[in-house]
């Protein structure tokens, strides 16, 4: 069996929030865990300004993909700029990651299948099926499903299909 090997890791700036975010987000994807995690020690609470003992970084998966995340104060913040996407293949899927990662999220940040979640991460909860329908080789099938998916905030798959259908 081989190891594999992640050469990119999302690393993920909080303010203090750091350990509540990794609870919040290994509870909603399968196959997910805290791997590691650091505290301040005393050097380095000083140089921060964070408490001594206080959690500094962790090292968690979420299904199987590696994430770091920092309490590294207030200086930076979360931007929709960024987002990561969950490609989900039903609707009860798509249903979950939207529900779960939408609680406690900005309501006005949910169009198109992206969402904001409490801590400001953005999301996109988009069902595979999705591509298929926005690149269908008829024109007008596409744009239905374009239409439709302008508006709607989760995605609804049997309603994209259905649009693009005519």
Same mark, same amino acid.
């Given at each position: 069996m081989q190891n594999r090997f992640q050469r990119i890791t999302p690393f993920l700036w909080f303010d203090t929030q750091a350990e509540e975010a990794v609870a919040f987000y290994t509870s909603i994807f399968p196959n997910s865990r805290i791997v590691t995690t650091t505290r301040y020690n005393k050097e380095s609470a000083q140089a921060s300004g964070r408490a001594e003992g206080s959690v500094m970084t962790m090292a968690f998966q979420l299904d199987g993909q590696d994430f770091t995340a920092i309490n590294g104060?207030?200086?930076?913040t979360f931007s929709g700029a960024i987002s990561f996407v969950v490609h989900c293949q039903t609707q009860a899927e798509v249903d979950h990651y939207w529900n779960g990662l939408g609680e406690g999220g900005d309501p006005k940040a949910q169009q198109c299948g992206w969402l $904001?979640? $409490?801590f400001g991460v953005s999301w996109q909860v988009v069902p595979t099926q999705l591509v298929e329908l926005?690149?269908?080789p008829d024109p007008n099938r596409a744009r239905r499903a374009t239409m439709a998916m302008l508006g709607m905030k989760k995605l609804d798959i049997a309603a994209l299909q259905k649009a693009a259908a005519g």
């Open positions: 104060g207030p200086q930076f $904001r979640d $409490r926005l690149s269908d």
